[in-house]
């Protein structure tokens, strides 16, 4: 079983920036970002392999930025010019080789406007 264990979020300003840090137990394959917001469906925000392959969101393309330390196995979301949209409870997510996924669990981003 991987744990997954998230800091970072808060409330910000519209404009501002904030960083999301995820750090799970043991090394594994893809570690991402998902995020929910009120009566929406959970989305992928970013993703990047352990070979550093990543994959955006359109939404969030050219404004957040993802990361991970191997050695540390971690992943980091730098998220700039934020917007009210952006509003959400910020999902850590992993999947090994095996695809078997982990969650973490769950920090809020909120935005205002």
């Known amino acids: 079983q991987v744990q997954l264990v998230e800091s970072g979020g808060g409330l910000v300003q519209a404009g501002g920036s904030l960083r999301l840090s995820c750090a799970a137990s043991t090394s594994i394959f893809v570690l991402g970002w998902y995020r929910q917001a009120p009566g929406k469906q959970r989305e992928l925000v970013a993703s990047i392999t352990t070979f550093t392959s990543k994959t955006y969101a359109d939404s969030v393309k050219g404004r957040f930025t993802i990361s991970r330390d191997n050695a540390k196995n971690t992943e980091y979301l730098q998220m700039n010019s934020l917007k009210p949209d952006d509003t959400a409870v910020y999902f850590c997510?992993?999947?090994?080789?095996?695809?078997?996924?982990?969650w973490g669990q769950g920090t809020q981003v909120t935005v205002s406007s």
């Open positions: 997510y992993a999947r090994d080789f095996r695809r078997t996924e982990y």
